[in-house]
């Protein structure tokens, strides 16, 4: 068994957070959350809570069978505000998925 260890480095603020239900329909992140009155997000730390998604940040929405692979507990983190606008996520499997989404600038 492997352990994972999170960190926390204290380098960025995190101003914003947003849970979003991920299904058939490819969805992004909420730009209304991210480019906000308080500031505008330099990067986002997204965890999957539950179910595995796919996701692609090159313009082109991912298939529940083309993009990248997460998984339940995995972890990804995106840098660049380009990429917050462009990065779309659906979910792999049967279920909706669920993932958790933390801003800093």
Same mark, same amino acid.
């Given at each position: 068994? %492997?352990? #994972?260890?999170?960190? =926390?480095?204290?380098?960025?603020?995190?101003?914003? $957070?947003?849970?979003? !239900? =991920?299904?058939? !329909?490819? =969805?992004?992140?909420?730009? *209304? +959350?991210? #480019?906000?009155?308080?500031?505008?997000?330099? @990067?986002?730390?997204?965890? =999957?809570?539950?179910?595995? +998604?796919? $996701? @692609?940040?090159?313009?082109?929405?991912?298939? *529940?069978?083309?993009?990248?692979?997460?998984?339940? !507990?995995? %972890?990804?983190?995106?840098?660049?505000?380009?990429?917050?606008? @462009?990065?779309?996520?659906? @979910?792999?499997?049967?279920?909706?998925?669920?993932?958790? +989404? *933390? $801003?800093? #600038?």
């Amino acid at each position: 068994m %492997t352990n #994972k260890i999170n960190y =926390v480095a204290g380098l960025f603020d995190c101003f914003a $957070y947003e849970s979003i !239900t =991920v299904g058939t !329909t490819a =969805v992004g992140l909420t730009t *209304s +959350v991210y #480019k906000s009155d308080t500031g505008t997000a330099a @990067r986002a730390i997204i965890t =999957v809570e539950t179910d595995q +998604v796919r $996701y @692609r940040y090159d313009g082109t929405s991912p298939t *529940s069978t083309e993009g990248h692979l997460l998984n339940a !507990t995995d %972890t990804l983190l995106v840098v660049g505000r380009g990429n917050l606008d @462009r990065i779309r996520f659906i @979910r792999a499997g049967a279920d909706d998925a669920t993932i958790r +989404v *933390s $801003y800093e #600038k």
